[in-house]
T-cell receptor
Framework: DQQVKQNSPSLSVQEGRISILNCDYT??????FLWYKKYPAEGPTFLIS?????DKNEDGRFTVFLNKSAKHLSLHIVPSQPGDSAVYFC???????????FGKGTRLHILP | EAQVTQNPRYLITVTGKKLTVTCSQN?????MSWYRQDPGLGLRQIYY???????DKGDVPEGYKVSRKEKRNFPLILESPSPNQTSLYFC??????????????FGPGTRLTVT
């Protein structure tokens, strides 16, 4: 059973527009959520995270929104840039000392 | 430079021949972890360690062993590799903070092929 789901395998967005990547989870005990970005032939790099005590966290062009009642989080990238083309992984954990569950990833294409 | 290193980066081996993939970090991180990435399955955690001599199973631990004798090193051991362990492996580390997040730093990956 997949506990963290990224239902869109890919997404194409025009440069300069907003990219919205979605993630759903099933485990109500998750209390840390993270987004990672991955380029081909490289390891994932951390982007942004959010704790379950918050519903929004911003870092520059990246904002993560958490809707606990819907068990849904989303990553907003504004404005989208060509360098944002990558695979984005959503991840969740029940706590700092627990295993981390990743989604399958969403490939984002930024179109010129 | 702060980094996570993995060796080897590429490895082709045969079924049943024991192998070890090393992982080392120079950031004094407590938490270290191994993942495998497979097409259509994303990243799946194999094992993790919260500190020296403390390890725990992730989602897909079968067929793997780990050890954490020193804080900086976290080797992944395949005692008897099988073709279904052909994958791209990532090691990661992170610092526990007293705040609300922990962010993992990933190594460059090890591509393993078992024939």
């Amino acid at each position: 059973d997949q506990q963290v789901k990224q239902n869109s395998p890919s997404l194409s967005v025009q440069e300069g527009r907003i990219s919205i990547l979605n993630c759903d989870y099933t485990n109500s005990m998750f209390d840390y959520f993270l987004w990672y970005k991955k380029y081909p032939a490289e390891g994932p790099t951390f982007l942004i995270s959010i704790s379950s005590i918050k519903d929004k966290n911003e870092d520059g062009r990246f904002t993560v929104f958490l809707n606990k009642s819907a068990k849904h989080l989303s990553l907003h990238i504004v404005p989208s840039q060509p360098g944002d083309s990558a695979v984005y992984f959503c991840a969740a954990s029940e706590g700092r000392d627990d295993k981390i569950i990743f989604g399958k990833g969403t490939r984002l294409h930024i179109l010129p | 430079e702060a980094q996570v290193t993995q060796n080897p980066r590429y490895l082709i081996t045969v079924t049943g021949k024991k192998l070890t993939v090393t992982c080392s970090q120079n950031m004094n991180h407590e938490y270290m972890s191994w993942y495998r990435q497979d097409p259509g399955l994303g990243l799946r955690q194999i094992y993790y360690s919260m500190n020296v001599e403390v390890t725990d199973k992730g989602d897909v631990p079968e067929g793997y062993k780990v050890s954490r004798k020193e804080k900086r090193n976290f080797p992944l051991i395949l005692e008897s590799p099988s073709p279904n362990q052909t994958s791209l492996y990532f090691c990661a580390s992170s610092l526990f903070t007293s705040g609300t997040t922990y962010e993992q730093y990933f190594g460059p990956g090890t591509r393993l092929t078992v024939t």
